[in-house]
């Protein structure tokens, strides 16, 4: 449960985040790289977000869409973060740890009771 909810306001952040790049930077200033960059960060925030919503719910496909969130987000956050530099220090750690984090947490095995 703890995983779940993490995984939700991490997205719930992502999203927020890219979201802001894309409509004040991008759409009203029209700055090219934060218009692909937040864009980029709304939808890796959105799935996410949404990975945190299955896990929460104990989806069958949960792992599977939480596994594909974490794939993502960590080349969107090495893009907009580290080459684009649209992002700040906290969002470049917790974009680069967090999935890193959940990818481990979903490889680890599961005991019968746990799985069922």
């Known amino acids: 449960m703890f995983v779940a909810v993490l995984t939700i306001l991490i997205g719930a952040l992502q999203t927020a985040g890219g979201a802001q790049e894309l409509v004040v930077q991008g759409i009203y200033n029209n700055h090219r790289d934060p218009l692909i960059g ?5 939808v890796a925030g959105a799935l996410t977000l ?3 919503i299955a896990l929460l719910r104990q989806s069958p ?4 869409l939480a596994r ?3 794939i993502l987000t960590i080349p969107v956050t090495v893009l907009v973060g580290f080459v684009w530099g649209l992002a700040g220090w906290p969002m470049r ?3 680069i ?4 984090f ?3 947490y979903i490889r680890r095995p599961r005991s019968a009771s746990t799985a069922a």
């Open 102 to 104: 959940l990818l481990a």
């Open 61 to 64: 496909r949960a792992f599977a």
């Open 50 to 52: 949404s990975a945190g």
């Open 38 to 42: 937040g864009t980029l960060g709304t």
């Open 97 to 100: 740890a967090f999935p890193l």
């Open 68 to 70: 594909a969130a974490a």
């Open 93 to 95: 750690l917790i974009g």
